[in-house]
């Protein structure tokens, strides 16, 4: 009777090496989310997965909400679609008292679906259409105008219209970060801005209700925004003194950074990222000091993505093989690809084994399924192995991934909402073959292709 | 190769680098016949004896445990 083979492995130990943080490395394995085990989640609803904690989005809004409110008086969030614009996602925020914040005619039709008022929706972006105009001016949302040509637009449109645009202008400035995001809105510093207030106050035919920036994303300071709160509470000053007209909010757009580490970052996210009482300190300082009447304080508008979604989300594969690439070093290949996981172009993310597995890690590059070059999930990590057939989770995934996945090779997985109960809901469903080619038209002349199945007749 | 501290329970040891290693049944199996200067073919018929596995599959993956062998300059 022969013995069971298992095939031969030998891996070095780097267990207990100092990490370059200085810390032991290890990787905890993720078993469950929100209490409920990661196999179960896999074996009902398939792999990949998105899941998104629903007890997670509301803990982390909370924790914003209440670093801002309990230093400036006035707060409005506007949850950013395009951060994560899959409904039950949306709802949970505007249950949490959130308004919507979108920049597209989707995005702002998505959110009249989901149930919130034209007047509190924010509309951004340099790409509206006359109808979306038309339509964001009936409906009274407030509409960010992105360059003359909107402003022009919404003049235009003044004329055919009854109720008068409630608008605000969109600035870039200067705060002191590179790259500045100079190429959407009014520039500050050259007068730009001061001329198209100028232009909107001289016309008399729509209200400037605000002023609005959006310096960039995963800002990893908070003072750019204590620079940009200064900037814009000078200009509603200006306002205020030159046409005794009170601007009714500042909008200081969205981001704040995540957790996630940047890739090629040397320290983890998770020890650099400011908190929000860090943001909210620099913010609402500057607005206190501008002096304004302090029983007319301006609306303090936020539209925080990734920094409130990110951690709510989590991504859940399977291993598909092993390799060792050609100078030796092991390759894990997982069924997660980057038209999945697309800011794995811009993070290393955290990944964990879905079990415990013995705490021998060995560097490993991550690679997804799909037959690109590109396609890697983590160049480098120290991982355990993990055989074919285990599961992966990804951590820190919730913002952007659902917005600008691709369909690519495979169609894209089931999205599942954990419950504050525990429940587990399908809030997207998997793709089929069906949802694709249900697009697809096939002209008459090439329905038959005329190949002939040959093999019958050999 | 000769110095290589090989434990029952899968641990090698290498004095000259102070490095660590894990490995499993088979693999220890290999090294310790390597350490007694045994031939590939010589390996591959004792797994071959021992094990239930084909032909093909043991030596494939015998291939790939002297590469990885050599990858941590074990060899
Ligand atoms: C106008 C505007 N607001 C808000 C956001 C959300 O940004 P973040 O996810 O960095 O918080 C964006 C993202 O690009 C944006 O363009």
Redesign the interface.
Known sequence: M????????????VEGMPSKFGFREVVDPITEIDGIPVEKLIKEYGSPLFVFSERTIRVVYRQAYMAFSTRYPKVQFAWSYKTNYLDAVCRVYHQEGAWAEVVSGFEYDKALRNGVPGDKIIFNGPDKTREDLAKAIKNRSLIHIDHFDELYTILSLTSELEERPQVAIRVNMDTGIYPQWDRFGFNYENGEAWTAITRIMMSDKMDLVGLHTHIGTYIMSPKPYGVAAHKLAQLAKQIEEKWGHRISYIDLGGGFASKNTLRGAYLSGKDTTPSFEQYADAISQALIESGFDSYNLPVLFLETGRALIDDAGYLLGTVIANK?LA??KRAMIIDIGVNLLFTAFWYEHEIHPAKDV?P?LEDTTVYGPLCMNIDVIRTNVKFPMLEPGDHVVIKRVGAYNTTQWLQFINMRPNVVLIDMEGKVHVIRERETLETITSLEKVPDHLKEIGLSDTTENN | MKDLAISKNG??FNPSTG?????????R???EMLQEGKSDEEILER?L?????SKE??ER??L??L??????N?M
């Open positions: 022969k013995k069971p083979y298992v095939k031969p492995s030998i891996s070095k130990i060792r100078d030796g013995p021998y | 641990f090698v490095e660590s290693f894990r490995t499993n049944e088979v693999g199996l290999i090294l797994i004896e021992e094990y239930d596995v599959e043991a993956d015998l790939e445990f590469n990885m062998l050599k990858f941590y074990l």
